[in-house]
């Protein structure tokens, strides 16, 4: 990974990595007994389990990263109410790193002597800086909001949902059933540079080989917000679709600029490329129209009962907050790794180590958000099948499916890998 953004997160790792390595935890550290017989170490109490949320509030993906936060300090508060988990309750401690290299690490760096393991840290090139350090020494349990192949193959650092590459293939599969596109079309694909946008880049270049089609590349920055000279590259190529492997601001800009122009061709966005603040804005209504998002979960505002409940606590919790993909994102996690932790208590072992192995007991973890994840394989995304959905301002969180799950062919047949 040669990006700009790797590179600086490297550079911040190499600083913080010995203080890291010396740090010791004040309480539950050192393969104890503790309350119940049950084996304990970092992060683990008698009274307590704390588990580490490094997340991003004010930053590129600040509206998600708050949503997704808040549905795990939900998680946490119903799990108390009901007793907690190993007679124990569950206490999360949450750093804000604002999509930035240097707090992202430090943030890891300070939480990882005084956690079991991370219930959520967004960003794919800070996951991958610190994956190595996780592998080798630190050993706990890692379910990133981020979702590149390059995290693949560890037994902590967990993949929950289709990888970039995947959900990307998915995509173009969409497009192609729905005859918006046919071979020998060229396609856009407009992408962060990283582990976020390379490897959606990945998913399409090996969807395009596969239908006969052409990619046409176009690389941007996080902190890139106008999509008007990519739009104009685009459309001057002659694309009938484009592929979005961004955030919510590089959507709202890529869909205006497109429908200004004229330029009327759908686009398809990666898991994290919306947020339902985009509706009330001026690119609102070419969102609505011929935009699309790819998922492995179902919408916040999806009629079944597992969304539909959770909307309603959400609500009720945040009431002054709106309802998005983030919040069920979120949830999810957070209930994978509570059922990791009630497996590890039966078999009276919150240890790292015990954490990790329960976690790998669960290859038929049903969701309530229309996903069966399978955790056995470390190599492997825990599914393959994406949900396509469409902007909607009708409906809660602003996202309808209008494909369900569905894992394509083409992304049945691909490996995905981390390099």
């Known amino acids: ?12 790792l190499a600083l913080t990595v010995t203080a890291g390595c010396s740090s010791k935890a004040t309480s539950g550290d050192g393969d104890t007994n503790g309350a119940g017989g049950v084996k304990t170490d970092k992060g683990v109490t008698d009274k307590a389990i704390t588990l580490g949320v490094l997340t991003d509030m004010t930053g590129v993906y600040a509206s998600l990263g708050k949503s997704v936060t808040q549905a795990q300090q939900l998680w946490a508060k119903q799990t108390n109410a009901a007793g907690g988990i190993c007679d124990r309750k569950i206490e999360l401690t949450v750093r804000d790193h604002g999509y930035d290299p240097q707090k992202a690490v430090a943030g890891y760096t300070e939480l990882e002597p005084k956690v079991l393991g991370f219930a959520q840290f967004i960003g794919s090139p800070f996951v991958a800086a610190v994956k190595e350090r996780v592998n080798g020494q630190d050993k706990g349990l890692v379910l990133p909001q981020a979702w590149s192949a390059n995290l693949l193959g560890s037994p902590y650092v967990r993949v929950l949902g289709a990888t970039y590459d995947v959900e990307t293939i998915n995509a173009v599969d969409y497009l192609l059933a729905e005859k918006r596109i ?27 080989q596969q239908a006969g089609l052409t990619v046409v590349e176009q690389k941007i920055k996080p902190t890139d917000n106008d ?16 592929l979005l492997s961004a955030g919510p601001r590089q959507a709202a800009s ?7 122009g004229g330029f009327d061709v759908p686009i398809v966005g990666n898991n994290s490329a919306f947020a339902p603040q985009l509706l009330a804005t001026p690119a609102g209504p070419a969102l609505t129209k011929d935009f699309y998002i790819a998922s492995s979960t179902l919408p916040i505002g999806a009629p079944e009962p597992g969304p539909s409940k959770l909307a309603k606590e959400y609500a009720a919790e945040y009431p002054k907050d709106g309802l998005d993909n983030g919040v069920v994102a979120g949830y999810t996690a957070a209930t994978v790794f509570g059922e990791a932790l009630k497996k590890a208590c039966a078999d009276k072992d919150l240890t790292r180590e015990g954490v990790d192995k329960a976690l790998l007991t669960l290859n038929a973890y049903k969701s309530d958000f229309g996903i069966t994840h399978d955790l056995s394989d470390p190599a492997a995304p825990s599914t393959r099948e994406s949900y396509i959905m469409k902007p909607d301002k009708s409906v809660p969180g602003g996202l309808k499916v209008v494909r369900p799950g569905t894992a394509s062919e083409a992304a ?8």
């Not at 890529?254 to 200004?260: E, I, K, P, T």
């Open 182 to 208: 046919a071979k020998g079309d060229k396609i856009g694909h407009v992408f962060f540079e990283g582990d976020y946008g390379e490897n959606a880049l990945a998913g399409s270049k090996y969807a395009a």
């Open 1 to 12: 990974m040669k990006s700009r953004t790797y590179a600086a997160v490297l550079a911040v």
């Open 227 to 242: 999509m008007s000279a990519q739009v104009a590259a685009l459309k001057k190529a002659g694309v009938k679709a484009i």
């Open 412 to 419: 049945k047949a691909f490996r995905p890998s981390a390099t």
């Open 254 to 260: 890529l869909a205006g600029v497109a429908a200004a």
